[in-house]
Structure formats: structure tokens, C-alpha cells
């Protein structure tokens, strides 16, 4: 069986905003609220709506519930002086890989994920980056990800 994989629309706002939350609410100590759902739609409603912009989703449908999503997977490219290993300096990002509960274990995440690196493939960028789970990480693995030494800190504005 094949799995049909698309782009994103913003008529799928929404639902993308849904399985964010999937996400969301998996990840240890994570904040169950949904009240930033209101404001983030239009934002990701206008996103969605750029043919050529620097945001991207895609997904697939569920096959059981009209209207609804069973993945998705999002990622954007950035621009950062290039060096030696990336002169264009475009990177890619993975965030908001997510599968419906009903519909996980059918390959979806990984179609989604094939989708997302074509796209970054397609418009030059030479590294992709995300932060993997425990349970997602052979995934990535997988698709040829590996895991990176670097530290990362955050400063919250």
C-alpha cells in the first residue's frame, strides 16, 4: 500500500496545530496548554500560505477520519554564513514531527520526513538538523541522521 504524502495548506492550519500538540504533550514536562493555539493560527495560516517561503509541512491524511491529519512533519531552512563543509550556509530544521495515536507504526512519520529532506535537497541546503526523542530516534537514524556532540544553550526572550 502506498502512503500518500502532501504538502501542507492552510486549510489544514488547524489540524497541523493539533498534532503539534500530540507532540507537545508527549515530550517530558511539557506545558498541556492549547490557549497559544488562538494566536498561532493565522500566523501558521499565513505561513502555509507562501509557495516560496523558508517554512514548510507536510503531511498525510488520516485514512479513517475525513478532514483529519495522521502525520506531520515541518521543518524550515536557515541561512548562516557558510564554512568549509556548507559554503551556501543553508540549513535545514526539522520540528513538529508528529503522528496521530491511532495511526502510528504504518510509516507515516517516515514518508513525511522523505518529503521534508527532498524539499531541503531541492533548495541547496547541505545539513539538516532536529532534536530527536528516545522512540523517534531510530527513525532518523535510519534516514542517515547521526548523533552530534555539540552543545546547545537557550536563552528564553
Not at 19 to 46: C, F, N
Not at 59 to 71: C, F, M, N, Q, S
Request: charged content about 25%.
Amino acid at each position: 500500500m502506498t502512503t500518500s504524502v502532501r504538502r501542507a495548506t492552510p486549510k489544514d492550519a488547524e489540524e497541523v496545530l493539533r498534532l503539534r500538540q500530540v507532540m507537545i504533550d508527549s515530550m517530558a514536562r511539557s506545558d498541556p496548554s492549547t490557549a497559544w493555539h488562538a494566536e498561532s493560527l493565522p500566523v501558521l495560516r499565513g505561513r502555509l500560505s507562501e509557495p516560496d517561503g523558508a517554512f514548510v509541512a507536510f503531511v498525510v491524511d488520516h485514512p479513517e477520519r475525513p478532514g483529519a491529519l495522521a502525520a506531520l512533519v515541518a521543518g524550515s531552512l536557515e541561512y548562516r554564513i557558510g564554512g568549509a563543509r556548507n559554503p551556501r550556509g543553508t540549513d535545514g530544521y526539522v520540528f513538529s514531527v508528529a503522528t496521530d495515536p491511532d495511526a502510528r507504526r504504518r510509516g507515516y512519520a517516515r514518508v513525511c520526513m522523505e518529503a521534508l529532506l527532498e524539499w531541503f535537497r531541492e533548495r541547496g541546503a547541505r545539513r539538516v538538523r532536529l532534536t530527536a526523542s528516545a522512540q523517534a530516534e531510530p527513525l532518523y537514524v535510519a534516514l542517515g541522521f547521526r548523533p552530534k556532540p555539540d552543545p546547545l544553550l537557550e536563552l528564553t526572550l
